[in-house]
């Protein structure tokens, strides 16, 4: 989930997803630019967009895409400004750049809806220590019976691919994007580890 915010839009939006879109080369629709602090009290999408183009001089918009995640970005932030000690613990990470590294630095091309896109994650997971991931997907759902809409199978293989950068970040293994991250108005990190 995104963390950290611009007060006024910049073109590319910020610093760390500028530089994960220079790396997933063929795959840079997959990082939006995170709208800026004040969207996070719009109330809806026209609102928000209002407010993200009014911040600067750019007038830049907002994709629906970032708005949906608006509910989960305001959750997170509210957490990160009242218990300022997770800051130092909680970590933007990006699924993308997660299977670009386990897949020797170069983006899976493949869309994640496709069972080519699939096959090749699961592959990367498999070798990363996620041997039954397909097999375990199955399970869960059905032993849940989730609906197609709780939780999509590729929405679960980025979530694995996070635990690999979780995994990297605890080894302090992980990469940083930008190698010296800015902070936000109210002090916390903008940056993308994988």
């Known amino acids: 989930m995104p963390m950290g915010f611009l007060e006024h839009a910049e073109p590319g939006g910020r610093a760390c997803e500028r530089e994960a879109r220079r790396l997933l080369t063929g795959k840079t629709s997959s990082v939006f630019a995170v709208p ?21 001089d750019h007038r830049l918009g907002l994709s629906k895409q970032a ?9 997170l932030d509210a957490l990160l400004n009242n218990h300022s000690p997770l ?11 997660a299977f670009a590294r386990l897949n020797s630095g170069a ?6 809806k496709t069972e080519e896109g699939k096959r090749t ?25 989730l609906r197609r809409t709780d939780v999509a199978g590729d929405d679960a293989y980025d979530a694995l691919a ?22 936000d108005s109210r002090g916390i990190e903008m940056a993308v580890r994988y």
């Open 36 to 56: 800026v602090r004040a969207v996070l009290a719009s109330a809806s999408y026209r609102e928000a967009l209002a407010v993200n183009r009014a911040s600067s």
């Open 87 to 97: 800051r130092k613990c909680v970590f933007e990470a990006h699924p993308e750049l």
């Open 107 to 112: 983006p899976v091309l493949a869309s994640k």
């Open 67 to 75: 708005w949906n995640l608006v509910p989960k970005m305001r959750e």
């Open 162 to 183: 996070v635990c690999v950068t979780a995994r990297r970040i605890a080894e302090r293994d992980a990469i940083v994007l930008p190698t010296k991250p800015g902070r």
């Open 121 to 145: 994650r699961l592959a990367l997971l498999a070798a990363a220590g996620f041997e039954q991931a397909k097999t375990r997907w199955a399970d869960y759902r059905s032993a849940r019976k």
